[in-house]
């Protein structure tokens, strides 16, 4: 099916750890983004990608940076964990008719 | 600035009852807006959406108008059901350097058989 894939679906870190979040689509789009969810907080970008070969930040980019590693990819590195980091991560991609976004990563912290 | 306001939740219903959320947007251009929802332990899915004032957006039995005049993007169903409790976003877009999207804080319904 169609849309978009992330990878893992949980983690649990410990502070000063890092990883990296996938995430992929299959839909030709070129604009993705990644936002987190938190209790309260709504959604909040952390960053995006216009298309392939560009990044930009976005509300919330402090502790994270990202890669467009293709039109299909694009990661997200945790590179030293933190516990406010602890969140619901979300990739998206968008072709202008409205986001499709992936089934999310919980992501602790602890 | 541009932003979205909705009502606050959770709202629980009973089934077959009519539901209203309501959403005001603040933007300078002339956005398209959507309706997310989102399942437990899912992301979010588009619902429906209008590009233009006076469009209707509609979708499983919900609908909202896009009203310019007063900035407002109300999400309506006839009659509930069990499974439509989730949480609804109402999201506006803006054509910047990228399809810019402004979430509001989402309104959770519960709907009780």
């Known amino acids: 099916n169609a849309g978009v894939t992330q990878t893992p679906k949980f983690q649990v870190l410990k502070t000063g750890q890092s990883m990296t979040l996938q995430c992929a689509q299959d839909?030709?789009?070129?604009?993705m983004y990644w936002y987190r969810q938190d209790p309260g907080m709504g959604l909040r970008l952390i960053y995006y990608?216009?298309?392939?070969?560009?990044?930009d930040k976005g509300e919330v980019p402090n502790g994270y940076n990202v890669s467009r590693l293709n039109k299909r990819e694009f990661s997200l590195r945790l590179e030293s964990a933190a516990p406010s980091q602890t969140s619901v991560y979300f990739c998206?991609?968008?072709?202008?008719?409205?986001?499709?976004f992936g089934s999310g990563t919980r992501l602790t912290v602890v | 600035g541009n932003s979205v306001t909705q009502m606050e939740g959770p709202v629980t219903l009973s089934e077959e009852a009519f539901l209203t959320i309501n959403c005001t947007y603040t933007?300078?251009?002339?956005?398209?807006l959507f309706w997310y929802v989102q399942y437990p332990g899912e992301g979010l899915q588009l619902l429906l959406k209008?590009?233009?004032?006076?469009d209707k957006g509609s979708n499983k039995g919900f609908e909202a108008t896009y009203r310019k005049e007063t900035t407002s993007f109300h999400l309506e169903k006839g009659s509930v059901q069990v499974s439509d409790s989730a949480v609804y976003f109402c999201?506006?877009?803006?054509?910047?350097?990228?399809?810019?999207?402004?979430f509001g804080p989402g309104t959770s319904l519960s709907v009780i058989p």
């Open positions: 998206a991609s968008n072709q202008g008719r409205g986001y499709t």
């Open positions: 839909m030709n789009h070129n604009s």
């Open positions: 990608s216009a298309s392939e070969g560009t990044t």
């Open positions: 933007a300078t251009g002339y956005p398209s």
């Open positions: 209008a590009t233009k004032a006076d």
């Open positions: 999201a506006l877009s803006l054509k910047t350097s990228y399809d810019k999207v402004i």
